[in-house]
């Protein structure tokens, strides 16, 4: 069973993240309306109608007058004919802005070089010129009209060149020489409401905590911050994906363990092997200094947590360790190495050599040495243990107990004698870190992080 607390999401924080969303959507909309605005025209006309106004977006005065101009030119051909003088007239305005589109330009300020290129490609394709200007100077013609019947050339015109025409605009330029774009209007109302409910929001929470005030609260919820941004609106998608995630109405937890799964599995890895070096290095330098020799032989005046003597108190824990649990477990390894230190002392004594040669006494040494081994080895046990538990028993214990540390603190203390254990412990230390980065660097992080969510997985399942 998980036994992580579960906060269950309230309908407010459901709400406000609805409400993120939608203006997350806006912004998105609002950064592709000009990519996208061709689209939005052919599709939805209307749409484009209503935002246009909102970019600062203008139909182009040139374009707008060409097509204002073929307009004109069809209601003389249907009302007078090709050959009338209107017409006429504007034939000759045709070709004079056809002349001005090409040579202008008029879809550069508008960026859209790509509508201009497929217009003039279109244009040559259908006059089978290789030249634009000249495409459209023959085109706008009485003799090709005639030849082409002045309905099919029209046809083709409102087909295929309006509506690229239709796509170019002309955007408004601010006194600071910038692009108009009143999103920032839309925007404000949604910058004004997220602002007071973050400040509302940390407030409560600094307030229900006593360990937080409320600029820290503010600063760990950072990333709500970024829905107030004037620049840059695509970052709110940060603080959008961590509200989704914690009012439940999405679950991103798979979305974001896939998209960080690489990242976190090699940045874990060099974080733990910086960790590890860091402590390594950390304790090197406390034993070549001589700090931890210090730490373990003389007392500190430093911080110290509680009033107990720490290296006294772990020298009698370990002493009761060793009576109470390790002595009971080896007492037969205790004895069979007293029989055989005592068998052998015995057989190179006098005494045993005397024994040998009187007769009926060639197993008596064997006999003894058992006896005497399982005595001692007995007795030993036993007076340890009820010098540990008699309280004048305890008194000299504790006296042995100081007097060995003292003078084990002596002779650790010797310059000599440090220096050798310094070296040495500095050695193992650095063999343990080159290993580990050896190791480390031998084992593939992902498959590290991988057995980690299995062992995760299996602490959290039901």
Request: net charge negative; glycine share 4%; no cysteine.
């Amino acid at each position: 069973m998980n036994n992580q607390r579960q906060i269950k999401p309230t309908l407010w924080q459901k709400i406000i993240a609805l409400v993120a969303v939608i203006n997350l959507l806006l912004v998105f909309f609002n950064l592709s309306y000009l990519p996208l605005r061709d689209i939005y025209l052919r599709y939805l006309p209307l749409l484009v109608k209503v935002y246009d106004p909102v970019k600062g977006v203008e139909p182009h005065p040139e374009t707008e007058a060409y097509l204002a101009t073929v307009q004109q030119f069809k209601q003389n051909v249907a009302q007078e004919g090709l050959q009338a003088t209107s017409t006429q007239a504007s034939l000759g305005s045709l070709q004079q802005q056809s002349t001005t589109l090409i040579a202008e330009n008029p879809f550069l300020a508008a960026n859209k070089l790509g509508t201009f290129a497929k217009l003039k490609r279109r244009m040559q394709y259908q006059t089978q010129t290789s030249s634009a200007q000249k495409a459209f100077s023959q085109f706008w013609t009485p003799e090709y009209l005639s030849q082409v019947q002045p309905t099919v050339a029209l046809d083709f015109f409102e087909a295929k060149i309006e509506p690229l025409l239709q796509t170019n605009y002309y955007r408004q330029i601010d006194e600071n020489g910038l692009y108009v774009d009143n999103f920032w209007q839309i925007d404000l109302i949604f910058v004004i409401f997220f602002g007071a409910e973050y400040l509302a929001r940390t407030f409560w929470i600094a307030r229900n905590r006593a360990d937080l005030d409320w600029g820290d609260a503010m600063l760990r919820h950072w990333y709500d911050a970024l829905m107030l941004l004037p620049t840059w609106r695509w970052l709110r998608t940060i603080p959008v994906t961590v509200r989704l995630h914690k009012s439940n109405l999405v679950n991103m937890e798979r979305v974001l363990a896939q998209i960080t799964h690489e990242p976190a599995a090699y940045l874990s890895n060099r974080a733990s092997m910086f960790l590890i070096v860091q402590l390594l290095n950390q304790s090197q330098e406390a034993i070549e200094d001589g700090s931890a020799a210090k730490l373990l032989l003389e007392s500190s005046p430093g911080i110290t947590v509680g009033e107990e003597d720490k290296i006294n108190a772990i020298i009698d824990r370990l002493i009761r360790l060793t009576i109470y649990k390790v002595l009971p477990e080896v007492k037969p390894d205790v004895e069979a190495l007293l029989r055989h230190s005592l068998s052998g002392a015995l057989k190179e004594s006098d005494v045993y050599q005397a024994f040998k040669k009187i007769p009926g006494f060639t197993n008596l040494p064997q006999d003894v040495t058992e006896q005497l081994t399982d005595y001692l080895a007995e007795a030993t046990y036993n007076v340890l243990v009820n010098s540990y538990t008699d309280e004048k028993g305890k008194v000299m214990f504790d006296r042995l107990s100081d007097n060995f540390t003292q003078h084990l603190r002596q002779q650790l203390q010797n310059q000599t004698t440090q220096t050798e254990i310094q070296s040495l412990l500095s050695d193992l230390l650095e063999e343990w870190k080159l290993n580990y980065i050896k190791g480390s660097s031998q084992r593939d992080p992902e498959e590290t992080l991988a057995e980690a969510n299995k062992i995760r997985a299996k602490i959290t399942s039901p």
